[in-house]
């Protein structure tokens, strides 16, 4: 089962939440508010949520704070594997693009919404899942879903803000059934390294100044 998703604004101006073809399921509504990373420059996210001996995976892409369209799919397995799944949404992402029915890629490299709404194009939007094809994790490493961890609740939700600190599937065996990963580019991580080398720089030069003092 593969689906779209996404926030339209609707006659009264207000929006609201869609999905097609699966209208109604809402699995991910309780993900989607979680805070974007400020340090993401592409709002990217993976939300993963467990229900009913299912894994749902989705990408989202954040056009503003409450404006966003997304990808999702179940499985009944647990990814082990972050990259693989993220490139898997980002080709899903791009076709989608490609077919510039609800997004299309600037020349910035950047997404943009078109304005069309899922019922405006429903029968482009057929063609392009019936030749996108079921999303699943056939070609990405996985393993079966393990038993339900009690001790956690299942509304508890973690977010990881780096997909290279913990796989999905980690989170999944420790017992959480929802998860929120930002997704930090190369650039990013740069920036961090930069502001860690700065602030140790920083902390040196104070140390130092206090060992003069003391002389």
Same mark, same amino acid.
Request: aromatic share 8%; charged share 25%; proline share 3%.
């Given at each position: 089962m593969t689906w779209l998703f996404g926030t339209f604004r609707n006659k009264m101006a207000k929006r609201r939440y869609y999905e097609y073809p699966h209208h109604g399921m809402g699995v991910f509504t309780p993900l989607l508010d979680y805070k974007i990373d400020k340090f993401t420059k592409r709002s990217e996210q993976i939300l993963v949520h467990r229900e009913n001996g299912y894994i749902y995976y989705a990408y989202v892409y954040r056009f503003s704070k409450k404006r966003y369209i997304g990808i999702a799919f179940r499985d009944t397995r647990v990814c082990d594997d972050n990259n693989q799944l993220? /490139?898997?949404?980002? $080709?899903?992402?791009? $076709?989608?693009?490609?077919?510039?029915?609800?997004?299309?890629?600037?020349?910035?490299?950047?997404?943009?919404? %078109?304005?069309?709404?899922?019922?405006?194009?429903?029968?482009?939007?057929?063609?392009?899942? +019936?030749?996108?094809?079921?999303? +699943?994790?056939? +070609?990405?490493? $996985? /393993?079966?879903?393990? %038993?339900i961890n009690l001790a956690v609740p299942a509304n508890d939700i973690t977010a990881q803000y780096d997909l290279d600190r913990y796989s999905i599937g980690q989170l999944i065996d420790m017992g959480f059934c929802n998860a929120v990963f930002n997704v930090l580019h190369e650039k990013s991580r740069i920036n961090e390294c930069v502001v860690a080398v700065i602030v140790a720089l920083i902390l040196g030069g104070l140390i130092y100044l206090i060992s003069q003092i003391r002389v």
């Open positions: 993220l /490139h898997l949404f980002r $080709s899903a992402f791009q $076709s989608l693009a490609d077919e510039q029915l609800i997004v299309r890629e600037k020349s910035d490299g950047e997404y943009k919404a %078109t304005g069309k709404k899922f019922q405006d194009c429903r029968v482009d939007l057929d063609v392009f899942l +019936n030749g996108l094809g079921e999303l +699943n994790l056939d +070609n990405i490493a $996985s /393993h079966p879903l393990p %038993t």
